[in-house]
């Protein structure tokens, strides 16, 4: 089992900020169906995979709880650091966010963590709620992008409208019967 490593804080310009996302390549959401789909036969453990990105998403949540602790015991306000919570954790998973943290100013901050061993481009997965959740609170919610978590992690901060610095792509579709 992976361990989380030590919080490593990479700033750009205070305390209370992560280093900066990558530039933006698309400023809308890519609704039509991919083209060039290239289809490959492989076989899958899908219940070892799922396990392991479930490790490396709760090892990546905890390094998160870690960076805002410190995040605010450096800006001098370690009563704001004390009521950080791992709400996915604590209360479980469908909030929209897994950490309930504070701006330095004392409001709320919600994160959803998003981590991946591979580098600061990997696309990553956010779901149909996280996605309208941050719709639904753009000031309160924030997106850490953990990455490179095996070998040197790192991390970025969106804010909402994550359309803005993402390209969204359907990857999963719920199907209904008629």
Do not use: H
């Not at 015991?73 to 704001?80: H, M, Q, R, T, V």
């Not at 469908?94 to 981590?115: A, F, N």
């Amino acid at each position: 089992m992976q361990q989380v490593p030590e919080t490593r804080l990479e700033l750009d310009e205070g305390p209370e900020e992560y280093i900066a996302p990558p530039p933006s390549q698309a400023s809308t959401i890519e609704l039509t169906k991919p083209r060039n789909v290239v289809r490959r036969a492989q076989k899958l453990d899908y219940a070892e995979r799922d396990a392991s990105n479930r490790e490396l998403g709760k090892l990546g949540e905890a390094y998160v709880v870690q960076l805002e602790q410190q995040r605010l015991k450096k800006a001098g306000k370690p009563d704001l650091a004390e009521k950080v919570i791992w709400a996915s954790e604590e209360q479980g998973d469908g909030l929209g966010y897994d950490i309930r943290s504070y701006e330095i100013d004392g409001t709320e901050r919600l994160i959803e963590v998003k981590t991946t061993n591979g580098g600061r481009e990997t696309p990553f997965y956010i779901s149909e709620n996280e996605l309208s959740f941050s719709e639904d609170e753009p000031e309160r919610f924030v997106l850490v992008r953990v990455y490179n978590f095996s070998e040197e992690p790192a991390c970025f901060e969106l804010r909402s409208p994550l359309e803005q610095n993402l390209s969204l792509k359907p990857a999963v579709y719920k199907a209904v019967p008629e």
